[in-house]
């Protein structure tokens, strides 16, 4: 009896972490299609999918036009539509004939525009009730009613699953309840915000798809073949992780890929935008800078494949360089991992992570956070940073500034630094450690971790230079950092940004053992 007991809470178990992939012989459409749905215009070509009995035929058609037939196979159908202009509201149409009969779907009120994939771990999960100003946010999204919102629910399996297992909110027309569902649920703000700012540059619809889960890691959200890659074995984060709940999502390797990710391979989309690697900051952290580019490269290959080729291979990827966590703090967790979310370049795009845009949110702290610092309210700048590089990178716009100040040389003369930005600067906070020069016996003898870091202040500045003093260093200068801190400034208050102050500079590490791309002595 006790062995019958232990078995069916097993299979409970087993049901929870591995979602039945069987469905019944009924016709209907996949998970994520329904009525207010947002479908990818052209050029690319949407797919329509969804189960049917077996052999029947499935003909799917725009407003009675298009018309697309597919038999149903292994309990699948599947179809690609002829590319469609942005706009609508237009129905769309799903006819099973089989031999029971005909059978007709109908989905309503649907849109064609630009789909997009919002990613991540609880700064993305965070909804627009917990941002900044919230009651206005909340006020306005009734506004945008052709920027249409979907969530998938919090879910996780150990084998790849080919279609949702739930749903968390079907595609639907923002509203203060829709978007305010409570915190840490749904909608995502920073997913919401990045889609009403694109909509009111692109002037058509835009859907956007949320899929994250707060406490999570890169891990979790890649596949066996990107874990495999950077050199990980199969398993779980550590036994300190066993509990999950909310706050602490699921720590095994690929159990969102596989639940999350997996089953919207075959959906059209124009690009995806993530806010993740808090976690990563305890965890495998000095593999993030394969992990990380890894995943992209992943995700962008299922995607092309999944859907016959519609979803670009090379599809744009925006994403947020963290923010802080504890005000002087003495660990360099942080600093790392913001330079790893770059593969060790500081900048984005850049040659490992092409047709990519990275939004600094260094300077956006918020100590005052109800969530706690490491959550800040203000992600209105940081959907506004990820909108100028989707504008530059995804949309192609010309003379977009989307990329903070980087340095292009480093020269040491004597106890004086000089480095020369990609960008005319502004400089009004002369932070006096902000910039720190490694202090050796040997110039090969520092790294990131190296406590022989003393600070360089800065004593000029003209037009795209800075000018430092090294004259804290008595022994050889090997290498240089700038915010090299888990909370290296205030809010907006960091001393690099643009000359039009819109964007901060990000953080840099260089020298013999820095990036390795170019040494700041000769």
């Given at each position: ?234 398993g779980t984060l550590g036994s300190r992780f066993e509990y999950v709940d909310r706050v602490m999502g699921p720590r095994f390797n690929s159990v969102l890929w596989n639940a999350m990710i997996h089953p919207l391979l075959n959906m059209t989309i124009k690009g995806a935008i993530w806010y993740q690697g808090e976690d990563n900051t305890n965890y495998n952290l000095d593999l993030y800078n394969c992990t990380f580019p890894a995943m992209i490269d992943d995700w962008r290959l299922s995607f092309h494949q999944g859907s016959a080729g519609q979803t670009s291979a090379v ?208």
């Amino acid at each position: 009896m006790e062995s019958l007991v232990v078995l069916g809470v097993l299979a409970i178990i087993c049901g929870l972490i591995h979602p039945a992939n069987g469905f019944e012989e009924r016709f209907r459409f996949a998970s994520y299609y329904g009525d207010h749905m947002v479908l990818q215009a052209g050029p690319g070509s949407a797919v329509i999918w969804g189960y049917g009995a077996e052999g029947a035929t499935v003909t799917v058609s725009v407003e009675g036009k298009d018309k697309h037939t597919a038999k149903v196979l292994d309990g699948i159908w599947s179809v690609t539509l002829d590319p469609v202009k942005p706009g609508g509201p237009f129905t769309l149409t799903a006819e099973h004939l089989s031999q029971d009969g005909l059978t007709s779907l109908n989905l309503t009120d649907v849109l064609f525009g630009d789909v997009w994939l919002c990613g991540g771990q609880s700064n993305m999960e965070m909804t627009l009730s917990q941002v900044m100003n919230a009651s206005e946010e909340l006020a306005e999204a009734s506004k945008f009613p052709d920027v249409r919102v979907f969530s998938a629910a919090l879910e996780q399996s150990s084998t790849e699953l080919r279609d949702l297992a739930k749903v968390a909110l079907p595609w639907s027309i923002p509203s203060a309840k829709v978007l305010g569902a409570g915190n840490f649920t749904q909608f995502s703000a920073v997913c919401w915000l990045f889609g009403r700012y694109l909509y009111e540059r692109l002037q058509y619809p835009v859907g956007l798809v949320e899929s994250c889960w707060g406490g999570t890691p890169v891990e979790a959200w890649s596949s066996h073949r990107v874990l495999h890659r950077c050199g990980l074995v199969e398993g779980t984060l550590g036994s300190r992780f066993e509990y999950v709940d909310r706050v602490m999502g699921p720590r095994f390797n690929s159990v969102l890929w596989n639940a999350m990710i997996h089953p919207l391979l075959n959906m059209t989309i124009k690009g995806a935008i993530w806010y993740q690697g808090e976690d990563n900051t305890n965890y495998n952290l000095d593999l993030y800078n394969c992990t990380f580019p890894a995943m992209i490269d992943d995700w962008r290959l299922s995607f092309h494949q999944g859907s016959a080729g519609q979803t670009s291979a090379v599809f744009p990827f925006g994403f947020v360089q963290i923010c802080t966590d504890n005000q002087g703090s003495p660990s360099d967790a942080f600093p790392r991992l913001r330079w790893h979310q770059t593969a060790d370049f500081g900048f984005a795009p850049n040659p490992r992570m092409k047709d990519t845009f990275m939004a600094v949110s260094v300077d956006l702290v918020d100590p005052g956070s109800p969530w706690g610092s490491i959550h800040p309210r203000y992600k209105q700048d940081v959907a506004r940073r990820l909108i100028l590089g989707a504008r530059a990178v995804a949309y192609g716009e010309k003379g977009i500034s989307f990329q903070g100040p980087f340095p292009t040389k480093v020269e040491l003369k004597g106890n004086i630094m000089i480095i020369t930005y990609s960008q005319k600067i502004t400089v009004t906070h002369f932070n006096k450690d902000v910039f720190e020069v490694c202090c050796s016996k040997k110039k090969t003898a520092c790294d990131v971790s190296s406590s022989g870091w003393a600070p360089a202040p800065v004593f000029n500045v003209y037009s795209n230079i800075i000018f430092l003093t090294t004259e804290n260093c008595p022994d050889e200068v090997s290498g240089l950092r700038y915010a090299w801190k888990d909370w290296p400034c205030d809010w907006k208050a960091c001393p690099v940004y643009s000359a039009d102050r819109v964007l901060p500079a990000p953080p840099f590490v260089v020298g013999p053992q820095g990036s390795g791309r170019w040494t700041i002595l000769e």
